[in-house]
C-alpha cells in the first residue's frame, strides 16, 4: 500500500525556519498534486479546521494561502516521490500539526487516492 511520511517538525523561535519533507511510498504509479494542510490547536480561532498551507502539481505550478505567501515554500522531487515545505520567518501563528497530502493512482488503485501523512507538529515560541 502506499504511505506518506513527514520529518522536519519541532520548536523553532519567531523568525525561525524549518524545514518539513514528506516522503511516499509503496506501489505508486503516479502521483499528481501533493501539498501540505495544518490544523491549528484545539481552542484557537483557526483550529477547527484543518487548512491549506501550500500546493504543488507534477508540473510544478503552485499556490499558497494568503498568510503564508513569501514566507513559505513548497517544492518536489518526482524523482523520489517527496514533496518539500521551506518555512522562514515562522510566527507563533503558525503553529499547527502540519499534514502531507498527495494524490495518488497506486498499483492497486482504480483511480487517483488521495493519501495523508501522520501530521508532524511545528510550534513557534519564544
Known amino acids: 500500500q502506499v504511505q506518506l511520511v513527514e520529518s522536519g517538525g519541532g520548536l523553532v523561535q519567531p523568525g525561525g525556519s524549518l524545514r518539513l519533507s514528506c516522503a511516499a511510498s509503496g506501489s505508486i504509479f503516479s502521483i499528481n498534486a501533493m501539498g501540505w494542510y495544518r490544523q491549528a490547536p484545539l481552542g484557537s480561532s483557526a483550529g477547527k479546521q484543518r487548512?491549506?498551507?501550500?500546493?504543488?502539481?507534477?508540473?510544478?505550478?503552485?499556490n499558497y494561502a494568503d498568510s503564508v505567501k513569501g514566507r513559505f515554500t513548497i517544492s518536489r522531487d518526482n524523482a523520489k516521490n517527496t514533496v518539500y515545505l521551506q518555512m522562514n520567518s515562522l510566527k507563533p501563528e503558525d503553529t499547527a500539526v502540519y499534514y502531507c497530502?498527495?494524490?495518488?493512482?497506486?498499483?492497486?488503485?482504480?483511480?487517483?487516492?488521495?493519501?495523508w501523512g501522520q501530521g508532524t507538529q511545528v510550534t513557534v515560541s519564544s
Open positions: 497530502n498527495a494524490a495518488i493512482l497506486g498499483y492497486s488503485d482504480y483511480a487517483v487516492e488521495d493519501y
Open positions: 487548512e491549506l498551507v501550500a500546493a504543488i502539481t507534477s508540473g510544478g505550478s503552485t
